[in-house]
């Protein structure tokens, strides 16, 4: 299994931008779906988006159109773009390699018995 390293979180004001890194210790060009997930304090983690090696990607309604997930198999890289944060997006960011995720009440969740996750970066937005 890779090992994943996260970067780029921080405190940011509504409106702005963000994007997040992450860093594998392996090969990614194999890996059929990475992608980036977060948890709200006291929550369940869930699907930010995730794409897949044929480029197709998923995402959750609460971030589509404002989140993009780009993956660099020559880097080893994956990254996630959000853009006009809200407060309601302040959260803890994972990212993850073979994820696999259950749909829940309008919501995909991820079984985190399964794939490989970093250690996550913290997302303040501030309003």
């Known amino acids: 299994q890779v090992q994943l390293v996260e970067s780029g979180g921080g405190l940011v004001q509504a409106g702005e931008s963000l994007r997040l890194s992450c860093q594998a210790s392996?090969?990614?060009?194999?890996?059929?779906?990475v992608g980036w997930y977060r948890q709200f304090p006291g929550k369940q983690r869930e699907l930010v988006g995730t794409?897949?090696?044929?480029?197709?990607?998923t995402y959750a309604r609460s971030v589509q159109g404002r989140a993009t997930v780009f993956r660099d198999n020559t880097k080893n890289t994956l990254s996630l773009q959000m853009n006009n944060l809200t407060p309601e997006d302040t959260a803890k960011y994972y990212c993850?390699?073979?994820?696999?995720?259950?749909?829940?009440?309008?919501?995909?969740?991820?079984?985190?018995?399964?794939?490989?996750w970093g250690q996550g970066t913290q997302v303040t937005v501030s309003s």
């Open positions: 794409i897949s090696n044929d480029g197709s990607t």
């Open positions: 392996g090969d990614i060009s194999l890996i059929h779906t």
């Open positions: 993850a390699t073979n994820p696999i995720d259950r749909w829940y009440s309008g919501t995909w969740y991820p079984d985190l018995q399964y794939g490989s």
